[in-house]
Antibody, heavy 121, light 107 residues
């Protein structure tokens, strides 16, 4: 069974840093592109970052570029995201997700349960 | 960025009814569109990809259609577990944009 389990959320002060992690199981992790998303309370889904299978390519949303860093460890089946210079508007549920292996499209077939990050003084 | 506009934002329906949710892309996305269902406190779940293909395990009462810039999700004979929020997603180009969502509520 495919499973993605996030951890590392919490309450942090503006300007601080936090790392959220996602551990995968039930599939060959090293063969899949992974992404992070977030969803602010009562809001829609926002794509944040992408990392390819061997970590040679990453992309970020403009809203987090330069502040968030995605990484993965294929030996440990984990994908992390380092969140820095946090702002109140970064308060959201953060999800990792697996991208389907379609060569022509980018869909997300498995998602973690999410981890809450709250930025407040 | 491709903008995805969903309508309606909310929808009230009864058990057994049929409902349709619309999604308009700001440019042609060549049927590279997905629909997701999200229940409160849960993560999004893929329902449909390539505009009309059902993801594994999704009941046949769900169907998708459309082309170009206009797409729709139809749910036949609403069941209690279908009351949730639904999102469309551009799967063609980066960034992977989502519609703002449609909240389907029980009348």
């Amino acid at each position: 069974e495919v499973q993605l389990v996030e951890s590392g959320g919490g309450l942090v002060q503006p300007g601080s840093s936090l790392k959220v992690s996602c551990v995968a199981s039930g599939f060959t992790f090293s063969s899949y592109v992974m992404h992070w998303f977030r969803q602010a309370p009562e809001n829609g889904i926002e794509w944040l970052a992408y990392i390819n299978t061997d970590s040679s390519s990453t992309h970020y949303a403009e809203t987090v570029k330069g502040r968030f860093t995605i990484s993965r460890d294929n030996a440990k089946n984990t994908v992390d995201m380092q969140l820095s210079s946090l702002r109140s508007e970064d308060t959201a549920m953060y999800f990792c997700a697996r991208e389907r292996r379609d060569s022509y499209a980018h869909y997300f077939d498995y998602w973690g349960q999410g981890v809450m990050v709250t930025v407040s003084s | 960025d491709i903008q995805m506009t969903q309508s309606p934002a909310s929808l009230s329906a009864s058990l057994g009814e049929t409902v349709t949710i619309e999604c308009l892309a700001s440019e042609d996305i060549y049927d590279i569109l997905a629909w997701y269902q999200q229940k409160p406190g849960k993560s999004p779940q893929l329902l449909i990809y390539d505009a009309s293909s059902l993801h594994t395990g999704v009941p046949s009462r769900f169907s998708g259609s459309g082309s170009g810039t206009q797409y729709s999700l139809k749910i036949n004979s609403l069941q209690p577990e279908d009351f949730a929020s639904y999102y469309c997603q551009n799967g063609l180009s980066a960034p992977r944009t989502f519609g703002a969502g449609t909240k389907l509520e029980l009348k």
